[in-house]
């Protein structure tokens, strides 16, 4: 496997386990500062939004996160590449209310910037499961 692509597999472990244990700056040195998350039903979202979402989340008595990746394609084209992947989120709520499960497809762009692969933009598919 191409480095480039060993490393953007890193970055997307890293970013799970990031958001698992609720680092929310770790996540943010993750991805670019122009970046772009597009949701279904929802205006495109920049790091600032991100950025205060991820905080309010990583409150003590906010839902625990969990997610899983299962990244079906990885294209590396120079200074850009893609992937997508199938991802699965679970928020626990800490009251022991029933988890929210979400999962689906993504789309992502990753940008080589100052010799590191950080995300640049984002289309995310999730759609509710039933539990």
């Known amino acids: 496997m191409h480095d480039d692509e060993q490393e953007i597999r890193r970055l997307v472990s890293s970013w799970l386990a ?3 244990a609720g680092d929310v700056e770790t996540v943010l040195s993750l991805m670019a500062d122009d970046v772009v998350f597009l949701i279904a039903g929802r205006p495109p979202m920049r790091k600032a939004e991100f950025a ?7 409150d003590p008595g906010a839902p625990a996160f969990d997610a899983s990746s299962e990244i079906q394609e990885l294209r590396v084209l120079g200074d850009w590449a893609f992937l997508w992947q199938k991802l699965t989120v679970t928020a626990a709520p800490r009251d022991g209310a029933g988890p929210v499960v979400r999962s689906g497809h993504t789309l992502t ?6 010799g590191r692969w950080v995300l640049a933009r984002d289309a995310n598919l999730l759609a509710p499961v039933a539990t």
């Open 52 to 58: 205060a979402t991820a905080r309010a989340q990583a």
């Open 18 to 20: 990031a958001s698992k």
């Open 109 to 114: 762009i990753f940008n080589r910037h100052n």
